[in-house]
């Protein structure tokens, strides 16, 4: 079985400030972790990926995240928040018993003010 | 770039039609995949298909069936719509096997669907 747990259904940031999106995953096989990105009014596009190579992640648009076995974390940073990153993130899972699915999260709504 | 494009981005209709909702892939993907999408929910997956006529039911597949006649492209077909299927509905795709990015999902832009 796996699951994923977004930590946070909102969150605020001011333009230029760290974003931080939290996300902790169940998996009884190493996983695969994802995060992805929604913009308004589109479907879902990659962010980046581990794949159980370097732990350190980075993804399009200035953002990575950090593979920790030990705290079973996930967790999206961007050292400078920008307007344009205002948006909805889902983290993802996939197992290897699960072939070709993956679990997604509730959700974290990033908003950005100026 | 691998597009997956979706027949409509609105629908409206009436309790007890029969709504079909139609997926294209062209990247020749094997794995498909039919989402809906609620606030606060995240996306909960209705049905998925590893290949072509083969399908495998998700976490909700109540109320919903699906086709895939064809290797590019993925039904969903909800036989007689309820107020409680009002949602977003995507559809994605991707590799199977040991393909680099096989693991990645492409997304369509999703069909909002309201049943009044």
């Known amino acids: 079985a796996q699951s994923v747990t977004q930590l946070g259904s909102h969150v605020s940031v001011s333009e230029g400030a760290l974003v931080l999106l939290r996300c902790n995953y169940s998996s009884s096989v190493p996983p695969y972790l994802f995060w992805y990105v929604q913009y308004p009014n589109q479907g879902l596009q990659l962010l980046l990926k581990?794949?159980?190579?370097?732990?350190l992640v980075k993804g399009i648009n200035g953002f990575e995240a950090e593979f920790k076995k030990s705290e079973t974390s996930f967790h999206l940073t961007k050292p400078s928040a920008h307007m344009s990153d205002a948006a909805e993130y889902f983290c993802a899972v996939k197992g290897g018993t699960n072939a070709g699915k993956s679990t997604f999260g509730d959700g974290t709504t990033l908003t950005v003010k100026p | 770039d691998v597009k997956v494009t979706q027949s409509s981005r609105y629908l409206v209709k009436r309790t007890g039609e029969k709504v079909f909702l139609e997926c294209v892939q062209d990247m020749d993907h094997e794995n498909m995949f039919w989402y809906r999408q609620d606030p606060g929910l995240g996306l909960r997956l209705i049905y998925f298909s590893y290949d072509v006529k083969m399908k495998e039911k998700g976490d909700i597949p109540e109320g919903y069936s699906v086709s895939r006649e064809k290797k590019e492209r993925f039904s969903l077909i909800l036989e007689s719509a309820s107020t409680n299927q009002t949602s977003m509905y995507l559809c994605?795709?991707?590799?199977?096997?040991?393909?680099?990015?096989?693991?990645?999902?492409?997304f369509g832009p999703g069909t909002r669907l309201t049943v009044l």
């Open positions: 581990y794949t159980s190579a370097a732990t």
């Open positions: 994605a795709s991707s590799l199977s096997g040991l393909a680099e990015n096989s693991d990645t999902q492409y």
